[in-house]
């Protein structure tokens, strides 16, 4: 894998799954400095951090402090950024909003090689808020390994 400048994730509304894979790598050593971050694909105003969310992270140990959601913007979307969906559905979104030439943008499980993607918690239990912790943790260790790999 190439050396990003930032990874940002993204999710659809920038508060649940995105924050956590951000939160979650940020946990993690990577042996060269690289920006973390997420953002929504539909953010039409700030919104704090899901609170099942919060609460997953901060029961395993994360304190994520004060997040806001913010909307991935055009100059996000640039070739020193990898670009990670949660979903197909948002990577296509992105490609059919963004001028993405020479931009990666990639579906988080299809980058580790994972096969199935990462279900959205939203409106569900604590328990699935867990699970997708538990999931993204498992995944963005194999991110992390394929990072720390450098360039192949």
Do not use: W
């Amino acid at each position: 894998m190439k050396k990003y400048n930032k990874i940002i994730f993204i999710c659809d509304s920038g508060t649940a799954r995105a924050p956590m894979a951000e939160a979650i790598l940020k946990e993690y050593t990577i042996k060269y400095p690289i920006e973390i971050e997420s953002r929504g694909l539909v953010v039409l105003f700030p919104e704090p951090l899901n609170q099942k969310t919060e609460a997953v992270l901060i029961s395993n140990g994360i304190n994520i402090g004060k997040h806001m959601s913010k909307q991935l913007l055009e100059e996000d979307v640039v070739p020193e950024n990898l670009i990670i969906t949660m979903e197909e559905t948002q990577r296509q979104k992105i490609l059919k909003d963004y001028e993405t030439e020479g931009v990666d943008v990639e579906v988080l499980t299809e980058l580790t090689g994972d096969e199935l993607e990462i279900i959205n918690p939203y409106g569900g239990t604590l328990q699935s808020y867990g699970l997708c912790y538990e999931t993204l943790n498992k995944t963005i260790r194999k991110l992390v390994n394929l990072i720390n790999e450098g360039e192949t």
